[in-house]
Structures are given as structure tokens and as C-alpha cells.
């Protein structure tokens, strides 16, 4: 049933974004007038569809993809047809060749913009002082000296960071030293920190997390936490005399505990409550092996960021732009051979995040839409020769040229550029089920 689920909301993610980057191209070859052959979403054989009337729109087998067919398209015999793609000026065949990665830049734009007009749920350490909450023994932060209570001054050439700067930074920089400047019990304190995700948790493995409040998110109800009182929203204080300031301090004490009753304060409408509550083993999907838990899904404090129409434009412009430096960073990181290929999401994972979004919430699903309607436009752009991108660069050259390039050297362009895109398919795919057998 869960593996059904995670198809289903991988489905209608993917479908929408591929259903708008497709319009796009659409959309812009009927303004040049160009003859559309048929709309398909998905490849392979025809499912079903109906025909208007010069166009196909059909669904086909292979839900993973959609394609615009163009008369006289690239890669078929050439027609004298003046409707046919290839018989248009550059700059026209060039501005359908944007439309459909620009129509997922302009979607994720819309949708972040939503949800700000909304009540979106933001961290409430998002722009405060980068102060650490905590740090994971053995990991890059803790093997660079930084301790819980740091604060981080200086990142690079930037003062007073927020932890977006920080993890922005980070993320450019992976497997780079980079320089930060910490303030501690009231002394400054300069070091040097290498950003080395880890396979298991990708690039959340950094190791330190940032000081917040904590609430219980979630609260199971045939755990012993719901049965000592514990509700869901209730502010986590401490767990055995230890203060929670990040979600992780309450996870490894819980697990640590080896089942002994342990003392819980939280505080409810500002009143702070006491319980003794008992863990137990219990297996997880994430853990090879059973943990002891209490039934709390703790997470960061957020509040509710409701923004006019205006302003929610400009912070949704401004939030996608820092996504696409952070997806830039990623890219380059992996072609640089800094990060590995295998912290690439593919369509298991996909599946996966899928369902976990849905089940969290509207908010969340949104978001992650719009995130992957912004990866979709991104990778298209690349310049590999059979994405968007590609065609742009190629186009491009002929226009500096001033000529068309050989259609031989097109062919074998593409064919190497489609073995490339297979091959990146089947990593992909191998690196997900992977992740999934070991998890």
C-alpha cells in the first residue's frame, strides 16, 4: 500500500511539472506558427488520447518524461514545409527551446509564492544569529573543533550570518575548507571547516544542527509519550536534565536510554509540565535495527509567514534564486568530483519524498514542487545535446558560425548525449535502490 501511495503522489508531481514544461514549448511553437504533430505526456507506445485537430494528445506507457513532436524536427528528414521546425529562424527555434524550462521556472515561482501569501511554516532560527544547537560526534563539524553554543561570526567574507548563509556557503564549498570565525564564552575564535556530506544523509550530514526551540510535531498515540500527556505542538525543555535545543539532542538520549524511565519537562500555552515516560524498542524503515523510542517526532519551532501578493512575489524571487545557486553548487560540486553522484535523488526517492510531503501536509507538497519544477528547469538547461540546453548551445554556435552544422555531426552528438542520459538513468536508479536496501 505505501509503495502504491508513493507512486501515485510521484505521479501527480511529476505529471504537473511535466505537463507545464511541455506547454511551454507548445505554447511558444504555436505563436512561430509551427505545424505540432502531437503533445505526448510519457513515451513509448499510445495508452489513449484524443486527437484535435492537427495535434495528438495522447498518454503513453512510460509515465517518465513528455515530448513536443514537431514537423521537420531536428533529427528527421528535412521538410520543405514552411510550418516545419527546422525551416524557422534560429532565434524562434531558440525561444521554443527556452520556453519549456522557463515555464518550470515561472511554475516554481508561482507556487513559493502561494504558499508565502499563505500561512507557511518557516524555522524560527531561519534569519536569526547562526548560533549551533548541536554537534554529531565524528562528523565534519565536530573533527573541525565547533561545539554546541558556538556561535558563528564570520563565514568566508560574510559577517553575522544567518543559517541560510551558512549552509548556502557550505554547500558551494563542499570538500573545501572554509573560513569561519566562532564566538565562544566570549572569545572569537578562527578555524578552518571542510563541508563533507556523508553518504546515509547526504548533504544534512554536515553534522551540526542549529539552536531552536523544539516542538513535538508528532505524537504516537500507542507510545508512552501520548499515554504521560505529551500532545502534538507541546515545546520540548529537557529530557533527563539535558536542554533540547535541536531535535537530534532528543532522538540520541531517547536511544541511549536502553528503555530506563526517563524525565520529560514541556511547556504548553507558556506553563511547564513534567512526565516520566518509558521508552521501547521498536523497528523503523530508516534503522537496520529496532530503537528504543517514546512516540515524539520532534522537529525545530517554526511560525507562520503570511505575506501580501507583492511581497510574497519578491520573497518567492528571492528564494528561488538562492535554490538555483544551491543546485549550481551541487552540479558543479559532482562534475568537480568534490561530492559524490550517489546524493543524486532518483525516481525511488523521489517516490519516497513524494508520499512523505503529501502525508505532512499541503504546504509541504507545494514546496517540494516547487522545488523539483526548479531542478527540472535546471537540468534541461544543461548543454547536453538532447535537453533543452543543448539545443540552445547548438544553436548558438550556428548563429556565430553563421552556418548550420553538419546533420552527421548532430546525429552523433545526440546518439553519444542519449547513451550519456542512460547510463545517468541507470546510476540513478541503481543508487536508489541502494539506498533503499540499506535503509
Not at 551558512?166 to 578562527?190: C, D
Not at 503570511?306 to 551541487?330: D, F, H, M, R, T
Not at 533543452?388 to 554556435?397: A, H, N
Amino acid at each position: 500500500m505505501a509503495f502504491l501511495e508513493s507512486v501515485w503522489w510521484m505521479i501527480v508531481l511529476i505529471g504537473i511539472m511535466i505537463v507545464i514544461h511541455e506547454l511551454g514549448h507548445y505554447w511558444a511553437a504555436r505563436y512561430f506558427d509551427v505545424k505540432i504533430d502531437a503533445f505526448a505526456i510519457g513515451f513509448g507506445p499510445r495508452l489513449f488520447g484524443v486527437r484535435r485537430g492537427e495535434t495528438d494528445w495522447k498518454v503513453c506507457a512510460i509515465p517518465f518524461g513528455g515530448y513536443v513532436k514537431m514537423a521537420g524536427s531536428e533529427h528527421e528528414e528535412h521538410t520543405d514545409d514552411p510550418r516545419g521546425f527546422m525551416n524557422k529562424p534560429r532565434w524562434q527555434r531558440m525561444i521554443i527551446a527556452i520556453a519549456g524550462p522557463l515555464m518550470n521556472i515561472i511554475l516554481a515561482l508561482v507556487l513559493m509564492a502561494g504558499l508565502f501569501m499563505m500561512q507557511f511554516p518557516q524555522p524560527i532560527y531561519a534569519d536569526k544569529v547562526a548560533k549551533v544547537g548541536s554537534v554529531l560526534a565524528g562528523s565534519a563539524a565536530a573533527r573541525a573543533g565547533i561545539l554546541a553554543g558556538d556561535v558563528i561570526v564570520r563565514i568566508e567574507d560574510q559577517a553575522n550570518p544567518t543559517w541560510e548563509d551558512v549552509g548556502r556557503t557550505s554547500f558551494a564549498n563542499i570538500n573545501r575548507p572554509v573560513s569561519l570565525v566562532l564566538e565562544r564564552a566570549g572569545q572569537t575564535i578562527p578555524l578552518k571547516f571542510t563541508p563533507k556530506p556523508s553518504e546515509e544523509k547526504g548533504l544534512e550530514g554536515f553534522g551540526w544542527q542549529p539552536d531552536s526551540d523544539v516542538v513535538a510535531a508528532k505524537v504516537e498515540p500507542e507510545l508512552d509519550a501520548a499515554k504521560q500527556g505529551l500532545r502534538e505542538g507541546d515545546h520540548i525543555v529537557s529530557i533527563d536534565g539535558v536542554p533540547v535545543r535541536t531535535p537530534s539532542v532528543m532522538v540520541d538520549t531517547v536511544r541511549r536510554s536502553e528503555g530506563k524511565p526517563l524525565a520529560i519537562v514541556y511547556r504548553r500555552k507558556g506553563e511547564d509540565f513534567t512526565a516520566t515516560v518509558t521508552p521501547i524498542l521498536k523497528k523503523m524503515p530508516d534503522q537496520p535495527k529496532p530503537v528504543y523510542r517514546i512516540g515524539v517526532a520532534a522537529m525545530p519551532a517554526f511560525r507562520n509567514v503570511q505575506l501580501a501578493p507583492i511581497e510574497a512575489i519578491k520573497e518567492s524571487a528571492s528564494v528561488n534564486y538562492k535554490n538555483a545557486g544551491l543546485i549550481y553548487s551541487v552540479i558543479r560540486s559532482i562534475f568537480e568530483a568534490r561530492m559524490s553522484p550517489k546524493t543524486i535523488e532518483g525516481p525511488v526517492r523521489m517516490a519516497q519524498m513524494s508520499r512523505q510531503a503529501a502525508k505532512e501536509g499541503f504546504d509541504s507538497y507545494i514546496s517540494l514542487m516547487s522545488g523539483v519544477s526548479l531542478n527540472l528547469a535546471i537540468f534541461n538547461l544543461l548543454p547536453i545535446p538532447i535537453l533543452d540546453g543543448g539545443v540552445i548551445l547548438m544553436l548558438l554556435i550556428e548563429m556565430v558560425a553563421r552556418r548550420d552544422l553538419s546533420l552527421k555531426l548532430k546525429e552523433m552528438v545526440f546518439t553519444v548525449s542519449f547513451v550519456f542520459l542512460i547510463s545517468l538513468v541507470a546510476f540513478v536508479l541503481y543508487n536508489d535502490i541502494q539506498k533503499v536496501l540499506k535503509s
